[in-house]
């Protein structure tokens, strides 16, 4: 019943419990081992079935166990937070509206082209660094030390295109200018800027249109098109617009509270970054005994975190970025963007 023998519900009984479980988990709330629990033992009270605990009110611990083993496709896993808002803006008609911006591609005779297919996005990385999981005694506090409560953001802009190729990265500072010993260390291709918060601003990323610009090769007269998410420094920005549409580059943004499934940048690029600035961060604090990240010593980790995650052009970053491309169905794309983000 509980610890290991006969099931406490009859086997033509136990699959109730699933039905209800599936339905709250495909619609985003899925079931916590307390909910199954009590789930379980509303279910036995229901059917006058004993053998649960009159005072826990729930299931026991050796039941649920038990539970998981009949029932081989389920198990316990950390879910990812979604707003309800992208939750509800990324369905099938809002994503097979958004693939149809292939036939802009056709249409700026650029289909199959990668070199010519561009997404820039920005995020924040905090100097405050903890882990996830630690090793610790059983029955003892485990604590980590970290340079303060709270931690500082400072903004990465990027932008690749399908093919592998970055162009300027700009890294934004909290402050009022920048200083030069800021910039020990600071990777090829990167530049270094200071706004009132650490992010991006509409003139910042103007600035960063103009770089964006000059990198591109001007031997080849097609037209580029930039994938954007809706953030009011990009599609706010008119002066943004004039210059790229002045150079032949073609904008196009992602529908409302889809950029987390639908964005390579999100997927191929600061995933694995943020994960490895993590890393080095937590490596570095060890090393200097809980000091404060300064700016001097930014690019020390941010230079091993980059070096880590952003490999030279190569078919990888391709096939992540047009595999969301060329997704022909939602469930399709849907795994196509799971499968990129490992």
Known sequence: M????????????????????????RGGFPFTKRDVQQVAFDFAANNDISGFSLTAGRAGYYWFQNFLKRNPELGMRKPEVLSAARAAGLNKEVVSQWFKYENLLVELGIEGTPSHIWNCDESGLQDQFSSTKVVGQVGQPCVEVCAGEKGETTTCLAAFNAEGTYSRTIIIFKGKRVRSEWLQGCPENTSVRCSDNGWITSDLFLEWGQMFIQSLPRDDPRPHLLLLDGHSSHVYNLEFIKLLK?????????????THALQPA???????????????????????AGQKLSRMEFFAVFSRAIRKRVKPPSYNLTRKSLSIKVGAKFITMQHSTDRGSR
């Open 246 to 258: 002045s150079k032949n580059v073609h904008i196009m943004c992602y529908p409302p509270h889809t």
């Open 2 to 25: 509980c610890q290991g023998g006969s099931p406490t519900f009859q086997r033509r009984r136990k699959g109730s419990l699933l039905p209800p479980s599936r339905h709250w988990r």
């Open 266 to 288: 999100d997927k191929a690029l600061f995933k694995s970054l943020k994960h490895h600035w993590d890393q080095e961060g937590r490596k570095w604090t060890r090393m200097m």
